[in-house]
């Protein structure tokens, strides 16, 4: 075989999904002891041309080339029958299996499992690539980084030497993604081919050797990461000129308005979520919570917004002439009235007030508009109030009418907070606002998140990007394990000890 042979050569793919077109005649190479970034925004086809080259989708036309020779992937056995491994966003591990049990789970073998040499062989592995995982240790004890490792592993295992890795890094800390790129860069000296498919800039820069950007299922070119910067980047993206700057407008006359005193959460299986936990929010600000995945940020928000069951501790509500009103206690409903909004995007964004089988029109009629002013100036009518968020936030939907069910999950996000910033919210809180967004969605989110708090909004953002928290936010209230490790300034802070803070109690300086 020539060197010079990629390793994949993807040539005319296209598929389509009814009469989206999600793919359109892509040509595109894959090359041996090479990091390759792909890009795109939202709805680009970036993760529908990767699923076909691991086999949950089939090509509708096209042709797969496999060290030259044409191969048909019609299943991800056949993708790993051809080295192929993809690592999703999403893991596909049982959580009452161990490491080893994960790894060897669905591979044909005859006699007797021998668990004990597939846990040397997963060593050797980990070993050659610098691994830290236990073969014996069970999912559900991990960290999200332990998961991951478990399965790259697990394609390595099964002999990929072509890997394409999704969103690898959206909830992993600075140290937990380093590390993931020392093993990264490990493998592509060891030949391997690697793709990743992610939003964030400066990892691309870091990471990757070359950049191809797919637009609107159209490849549009590639470029030496070397040759390239962000700027060039996220404008083949869009196709036009973006600017990459957050804002960080200086507070607006902040005042407490939220007062968080000693909170304590548990699970209804009684697992400890959140232990003594202070803190406020001010108006006028934007709040940044910062932590590892499952620190307690979600239990947090769902406490203030009156979703969550207290064990003990209080939040109180200041009204602008300083009087206190107790939320615990009270119902989401009447903790609504007050104009506190939860914004909250799980991984299931249709579970927390979308319903999938309406239009838009009538997904906003879910929410009692309340009077006061709005960044959607018209708000007494469902339908143009859709309308206004289509327009606003760029939602791409072929109407108002349309099924929420149908629309890209990036789009559904764009809806959702959308709607809860169209209620005019006293307190607006967010989480994962921006969760699986693209590079110019994201921004317009920043940017309405801003403009909410030049109007006198408490802002609260819980985030994974911990560039993006200490760009946008003012304070950053940092969680580790379900406790406060410290409260430090935006403006000031360093990404490492914000970091190290997520990992471990202590380290940060409180700020009054």
Known sequence: MDKTTPAVALRGITKTFGPVVANDHVDLDIRRGEILALLGENGSGKTTLMNMLSGIYYPDEGQ?????????IR??????????????????????????????LGLE???????????????????????????????????????????????????????????????LTPQETDRLFAVLRSMREDGKAIVIITHKMHEVLDLSDRVAVLRKGQYIGEMATKDTNAQEMTDMMVGRSVSLNIRRPDPVDPKPRIVV???TVRSPEGVLKLE?????????????IA??????????????????????????????????????????LEIQK?????????????????????????????????????????????????????????????????????????????????REISSAPKVLLTAYAVRGLDINSSYTIYDLLNRQKEAGVAVVYVGEDLDVLLELADRIVVLCGGRVSGTVDGRTADKNEVGLMMTRLGGGKELA
């Open 261 to 263: 005193e000693g909170l």
């Open 276 to 288: 003594d936990v202070s803190f406020e929010i001010r108006s006028g600000e934007i709040l940044g």
């Open 109 to 171: 073998k005859r006699g007797r499992l021998d668990l004990k040499a597939a846990a040397r062989r997963i060593r050797e592995i980990c070993d050659a690539y610098g691994f830290v995982i236990d073969p014996d240790q069970k999912i559900y004890e991990m960290s999200v980084s332990q998961k991951q490792t478990v399965e790259i592993v697990k394609v390595l295992y099964r002999g990929a030497d072509i890997l394409i890795l999704d969103e690898p890094t959206a909830v």
């Open 291 to 332: 932590g590892i995945s499952g620190s307690g940020q979600k239990e947090l928000l769902e406490a203030i917004a009156g979703l969550q069951r207290v064990e003990s501790g209080d939040i109180w509500y200041v009204e602008d002439d300083g009087t206190k009103d107790r939320l615990i206690g009270k119902d989401p």
């Open 338 to 418: 007050l104009g506190v909004a939860l914004s909250f995007v799980p991984e299931d964004r249709l579970g927390m007030g979308l319903v999938a089988n309406m239009d838009l029109s009538d997904n906003m009629m879910l929410r009692s508009f309340r009077e006061g002013h709005s960044v959607f100036t018209d708000r007494k009518h469902p339908h143009d109030l859709a309308e206004k968020v289509v327009d606003e936030l760029e939602v791409n939907t072929p109407g108002v009418s349309t099924m929420v069910r149908r629309l890209s999950g990036g789009n559904v996000q764009k809806v959702l907070v959308g």
């Open 75 to 104: 299943s991800p056995k056949d993708a790993f029958d051809h080295k192929i491994g993809m690592i999703h966003q999403h893991f596909k591990l049982v959580d009452v299996l161990t490491a080893t049990e994960n790894i060897i």
């Open 64 to 72: 797969i080339f496999i060290d030259g020779e044409e191969v048909s």
